[in-house]
């Protein structure tokens, strides 16, 4: 069965985006690094050749690890461009969203898309709830969002009760529509769940 439309409601109002998700195995993944890897900038040309304006930078090209004249140099050829960068980041401790925090300002993302985990971090519902709770006072003051990936070790409701007991205007929910396979939860499953919470959409065909 193949899963290629799904309702969008009329008030969500989307923009085309590519994301360094979408070229994975041309920019590398665990066990496998292309001998010439896509770059940051060659990804901002590829958007701006096919008129894209939004460009989404998650963990697998982790912007932290740029010095800061890269990171210069970055925003200046999206600005260049007439790009918006979006950033993302896994791991949702403390210490991290506060780093990458300071990096969407750099950017001036609307929002730090976020895995919850990493290999070595697993909080549980009660932990990420005090996390966001400490998080909150700084994103509120940058006027930046945190939005959760519904990555497959948490069901749709946990998500949303994360949301709701830490505060929905300024988190929100980065819906991926295959992830929640994980959880045994099919995207429609997922949608009536979290689309009201949906800030960042990632659409992807999959099949099964």
Same mark, same amino acid.
């Given at each position: 069965m193949a899963v290629t439309d799904f309702y969008i409601p009329k008030w969500?109002?989307?923009?085309l985006g590519l994301s360094t998700y979408s070229f994975p195995w041309a920019?590398?993944?665990s066990g496998y690094?292309?001998?010439?890897? $896509?770059?940051?900038?060659h990804l901002l040309q590829y958007a701006h050749a096919k008129d894209i304006r939004y460009v989404q930078f998650g963990d697998n090209m982790p912007l932290h690890t740029f010095s800061q004249d890269q990171l210069k140099q970055l925003k200046e050829a999206a600005d260049n461009f007439n790009i918006n960068i979006e950033v993302g980041t896994r791991r949702l401790s403390i210490e991290n969203m506060l780093l990458y925090l300071a990096i969407a300002q750099k950017f001036t993302s609307p929002f730090l898309r976020v895995v919850i985990d990493d290999a070595e971090f697993?909080?549980?519902e009660k932990?990420?709830?005090e996390t966001i709770k400490t $998080? $909150?006072?700084?994103?509120?003051?940058?006027g930046v969002c945190i939005a959760i990936e519904n990555h497959d070790r948490f069901p749709a409701t946990t998500f949303q009760r994360i949301i709701e007991q830490?505060?929905?205007?300024l988190v929100g929910v980065c819906l991926d529509t295959a992830n929640s396979l994980g959880a045994n939860e099919g995207v429609s499953e997922v949608l009536q769940v979290l689309a009201p919470y949906t800030?960042? $959409?990632q659409y992807k065909r999959y099949y099964y």
């Open positions: 969500l109002r989307l923009q920019i590398g993944v690094k292309p001998s010439n890897p $896509l770059s940051a900038t697993h909080p549980n932990e990420v709830i $998080l $909150l006072p700084h994103f509120q003051k940058a830490t505060d929905p205007m800030v960042n $959409l």
